[in-house]
Structure formats: C-alpha cells, structure tokens
C-alpha cells in the first residue's frame, strides 16, 4: 500500500476555513486563537488569522462546525499490546499480577506479522484521536530476538504518516530479579545486544531536528528491575554520549517504593538520581507514588514526567500528584500506556479523564481544560526533545486535528473550543494533519483498508489466546 507520506510532498499551501474555535497548545492567555483561519504552506503553520482569502491554487477545506487543536503527543505507549485488551486474567489484576498474566506470557507469541499488526491497529486508532505524535516504549526483546521490531515501528510510522518516538526498551536482569520476566520462558537480552541496537537504530532513523518525524531514546523498562544498578549510570553516559533522550517507568505502585526501601534504603526518585537519571533529557512514565521531596527533586533538575491516568486507574496504582508536579516546574505531559491496562489508545479520552479525575480528587480549582491540552501537546513536545511541534503558531509544524463537533451531543456547549476534553469520547475526528500532510480525511485514515486490518486482527487474536 501507498501512502501519501511516502510518496508526495505536503500541499504547497492549504487553508482552513470557517472553524468555530482554534486551541493552540500553549499556556494561559495565549490558549486560545478564537475563531480564525489557518494557512498551512510547505508543511508549517504560515498563519492564522480571522477571514483568510483563499490564493491561487490553494487547497480551501472548510472546517464550518469543527474546533482545531493542535496534533495530540502521546509521550508513552505500548503498541504490542493493542491485540491484548481486555484479557480475562488480568481485569482485575494490579500491575505486578496484570505483568504476569498478559503481557508477559504472551512474548514468545507475536511473530513478526502479529507485531506488525498490532501497530498498525495501536496507530490507527490513535490516529483517529487526533494524535499526531507517539513515543512508544516497547520492549519486545529477548536474548538474540527483536532487533527487527524497531524497524517495523518505524515502518508502519511512515505508512500511516505518524511521528515516532522510539522508546528502546528491555531489560538485562536475571529472570529472578525482573518481575515481568519471571512470567516467560524468554531469556533477557545481553547490555551489548541493547547497545548495538540503540547504535544501529540511532545510525538509521533518528533525526535531531525540532520536529523530527522519526526519533530513538534510550529506554530500559524500569531503572529499578530492569538493569543492575552499575550499569544504570553507564547506559546513561552512553545515550547521552550519543545525544539521545532517556526514559523508563518509575513509582508507578507502591510496590516501587517498597522495593527501593528494602533493597537500596532510598526512595524511587533518589535511587535514579543517584545513577544520573535526572535532567531535562529525561521523562518517566507515571510517577503515582512520589513524595514531596521527591516531587522538589524533578522540579529543580527538570525531569519530565508522561501521566496515564487511565492505566493507572484500570489497574488500581493510583493517581499521580500531578498538580503538586506541574505547581513544582516538572514537566508534564499526558500517555496512554499500554492497552491491555487502558483498552482505549484514544488521546481525547485520557485527557478527558485527566481533567477529570484530579478535580473528584482535590476539588474543581485542580485542573482546567486549557491546561490538559497544553499538557496533552505543548508538554508532550516539551519532554520529547521536540519544540517545532506541540503549538499552532506561525513557524510550527502543522500538526494538527479537525473535531467534528456539529452533532447532537455538542449542541448545548456555551464554550464549544473545550467540547473534545469536557465531553471526551465519541468525539468525531473530521481531518488530522501531520507536517502539512493529510492523514485523515473525511474521518478515515487516507490509504488505509480498515476492514481488512480488522480481519488481520482477529487472525492474529486466535494466537494469542487465551
């Protein structure tokens, strides 16, 4: 199949006409453009302004009836696991049982095809949300396996003209020592295989450049299991050596914190700031469980943090202190995790949830909806390394969804820009760009065979199960 991101070159100017609302990212006042047009040329942001004329030979979509906002970035994803939803054994499982009973025992069974497929449904419905941006830390390698898996992320990136952040994980613990790995006859890679292959990766794909369609991080699966803690220190000097980002899941349960108590006598935060794993070049995932010292220590050296609220919830951990993070300088932005702790790959619903939650927990002053899209696009942009995206401004990387919001359910907003948080899912994504190029049009992924990728995967569901 062909798709437009790898055979043409964005539209040289297009203009979005007639939206009833533009939200453009960024913090406070500057959140909203109000009801202008947008010019997108040679695929960047050229202008936005109200009443726009059309040039000659531009490309005009009317956008009457519809908010834009900026292209979501998701800053943590699983994309294996989108044909690992809703497993029976691990409903009602917390996350160290939920690791043991689905994800895990099922490693050795994703071939190549059933890979491929998966990503291809995680990044379509992701698509579909207005995501435009995904960091995925995937972490399908075991000991002489998986060095293909990256290049298929990065394949299927391009066919659907998606940006990709490559989060290489795996782990080199013993069996004993690793949680997940205890569930699985698969034996854990060598420090050389993930070395070689974060090089090999890095020489390939990635792109140091503000809005990089294609980026490589370095991504153990946890700091505290996943690597012996000499050699902590020595993965992050050799990624930072190579100028690559960091990332890992930490404090996402108390069980994290127990485990850094007994066994280093610190608590999660400490124990990785004494491996250098703090800075601005470093994001971790969750973050439920963290103390206000621990909370000080990510402001004032900058770590960024990705919150899944959803996950988090589904799989009873519990919910980040993020107000107390933000209030503190830690940058935040949004993920959805994995599927299998989610069962939806939906931009729109976690930050519909991630609005709400926080204030059922601490009151209606604790997040407001300007905030999460910020958080949710801007914030995500932030912690990638990646300032050209994230914002709707003159400059920046027209990245960027169209919502439907003429239906019934929306009839009665007052303030119409916020109706994709405020209401959350169905929320009909109309028309996603990514770089100026049209990815969604009309509600469907441009190129794509949707009934045939369901067919795909139900094929691949047969495998898997039970």
Partial sequence: MTHPSQSTQPNPSTLIRGAAAVMTGRAGAAARAGAVDIRIRDGRVAELAAGLVPQPGE?????????????WVNTHHHLFQNLLKAVPAGMNADLQDWLASVPYPRLDRFTPEIFRTAVRLGMAELLLSGTTTCADHHYLYHHGHGAETGDVLFDVAQEFGMRLVLCRGGAVQSKADHPGMRATALVPETLDEMLADIERLKSRYHDAGPDALRRVVVAPTTPTFSLPPPLLREVAGFARGMQLRLHSHLSETDNYVRFCAEKYRCTPVQFVADHDWLGPDVWFAHLVTVTPDEIRMLGQTRTGMAHCPVSN???????????????????????????????????????????????????????????????GTAGGAQVLGLPGVGTLAPGQSAD??????????????????????????????????????????????VGLDIAQLRRDAQAALTTLLP
Avoid: K
């Fill in 59 to 71: 490309t005009v979509i009317d956008a009457t009836g519809c908010v834009v906002y900026p292209g």
């Fill in 313 to 375: 919830a589904r799989l009873g951990s519990g919910i980040a202190p993020v107000r107390a993070m933000a209030d503190a300088g830690v940058p935040v932005s949004i993920g959805v995790d994995g599927v299998a702790s989610n069962e939806s790959g939906s931009m729109v619903h976690e930050a519909n949830f991630a609005w709400l939650v926080h204030r059922a927990l601490g009151g209606a002053a604790q997040t407001r909806v300007e905030e999460v899209i910020h958080w």
């Fill in 400 to 445: 960027l969804a169209i919502y439907d919001v003429g239906g019934l359910r929306f009839a009665g907003f007052h303030d119409i820009a916020t109706a994709p948080v405020a209401a959350g899912e169905p929320t009909p994504v109309r028309d996603v760009f990514v770089r100026g190029r049209h990815v969604v049009e009309g509600g469907a992924i």
